[in-house]
């Protein structure tokens, strides 16, 4: 086993090498024309819309346009203008262009692609519609990833309290997702329908969420990896991860630098091994046991903790209020997403229903409300500027230590 890891890391070693070599640089003013396919739903607000799109061998660039003519996901664009260089508080350099020339070359032709964005469209103006603003705000983020009508406030005191994931339909949250489905379907119900349910709520979840890439790869990593730890093979679940992140990188070297895989692969690494081992003690014992909120505090301690060093050097903020904040509202999550996802695809066809069914999430979405802004106005948030590489590796190091040790004892 040892020589076939080897020789996989050596294949993607010369892989990165001829990805890398000679690649193109690009400076602030340069200009540039090129053209691009869209992998991820533009994010639109006020009279803008905001474009994630790809350079020369998968470098990102994002682009500010005007509201219209309105682009969307899988289009191939042309688009001319001048670079703009961003520093990031982080210390981190992205590229940007302000109000391009950008010409559809290709309106999007998939089927699969165009039903999807018909249901993610119609299924967000139902909820629109049907719960009061700030209601429908929450769980258009929690299901569709939509974060530009949540309150400035509310939006602030998610970050605060370190919840902000489960409004950013990011990688790290279908692995929440994932986690929580497999451990409360695994366990009241047999293994073969607990996997069927898994899959399609992690498959439903992509869909709804637009489908872009890090949600559709980070659904590939849970879909193998939970399905391997329901039918109680860790090991198997292992190779499935490792398998699928090398997949990964050999077709986009540049994934290596991508924050949301980074997450959803940590953060499934944690859930691996980390729960057992936090399952096994006495005292998490007792808060799992009969209970659901104990589940969502293992899982969050879990995956936080295999991404800690990644969350704080990408985000330079830490609450100590993020576990209780994640355990007290992370078994929401599976529920909203449930009532969200079923009267948003039944109001399509029968909206009077769907807007029925609807109205189970509000007293949910209240108690989620209201627990985000009590921790948010809490003092105890971390700020920290940067991390240097060697605590990282020393993290690391010993978490690895750990993992060895209690799994040995166990």
């Not at 994630?52 to 042309?78: C, M, Q, V, W």
């Not at 919840?163 to 997702?177: D, E, I, K, L």
Request: positive net charge; proline residues 3%; charged residues 15%.
């Amino acid at each position: 086993m040892a020589l076939i890891f080897g020789l996989l890391l050596l294949i993607l070693a010369i892989r990165f090498f001829f990805f890398y070599y000679n690649q193109l640089q690009y400076h602030d003013g340069q200009d540039i024309n090129f053209e691009t396919t869209l992998l991820s739903e533009p994010q639109r607000a006020g009279n803008q819309q905001r474009i994630n799109a790809s350079l020369e061998k998968g470098k990102r660039i994002f682009i500010t346009s005007s509201l219209y003519p309105e682009f969307h996901y899988a289009d191939s664009l042309s688009i001319h203008g001048e670079i703009k260089e961003i520093k990031l508080d982080n210390g981190n350099t992205i590229l940007a262009m302000y109000y391009p020339k950008v010409e559809i070359i290709k309106k999007k032709d998939n089927l699969f692609l165009t039903i999807a964005s018909f249901i993610r469209s119609r299924a967000i103006s139902l909820l629109e519609k049907t719960l009061p603003p700030n209601s429908s705000a929450l769980l258009l983020g929690i299901v569709f990833g939509v974060k530009e009508s949540l309150a400035s406030d509310f939006s602030e005191s998610l970050r605060v309290s370190g919840v902000f994931h489960v409004v950013a339909a990011s990688g790290m949250n279908v692995t929440f997702v994932g986690g929580f489905l497999s451990s409360l379907f695994g366990w009241f119900l047999k293994r073969q329908v607990a996997v069927l349910l898994s899959i399609l709520g992690i498959c439903l979840y992509a869909v709804l969420a637009g489908l872009d890439p890090p949600i559709v790869r980070a659904s590939i990593m849970g879909i193998l990896v939970f399905t391997a730890r329901i039918l109680g093979r860790q090991t198997l679940a292992t190779y499935g991860l490792f398998l699928a992140a090398f997949s990964m990188l050999m077709w986009s070297p540049s994934l290596i630098f991508d924050i949301g895989f980074q997450l959803s692969f940590l953060a499934t690494l944690g859930l691996l091994y980390i729960q057992p081992i936090l399952e096994g003690g006495k005292n998490f014992k007792k808060l799992i046991n009969n209970s659901v909120l104990g589940e969502g505090v293992v899982t969050t301690v879990s995956a936080q903790t295999a991404a800690l060093p990644i969350l704080l050097s990408n985000f330079g903020i830490y609450s100590i209020w993020s576990v209780v904040a994640n355990g007290l509202v992370l078994w929401t999550i599976p529920v909203l997403m449930i009532i969200g996802g079923i009267g948003a695809l039944v109001g399509i066809l029968i909206p009077g229903l769907g807007s029925f069914i609807l109205y189970f999430s509000l007293p949910i979405l209240v108690y989620f409300e209201k627990i985000i802004m009590f921790f948010g106005n809490l003092s105890g948030v971390l700020d920290i500027e940067n991390i240097p590489w060697q605590f990282i590796i020393a993290y690391y190091c010993v978490l690895f230590a750990f993992i060895i040790f209690f799994s040995r004892k166990r």
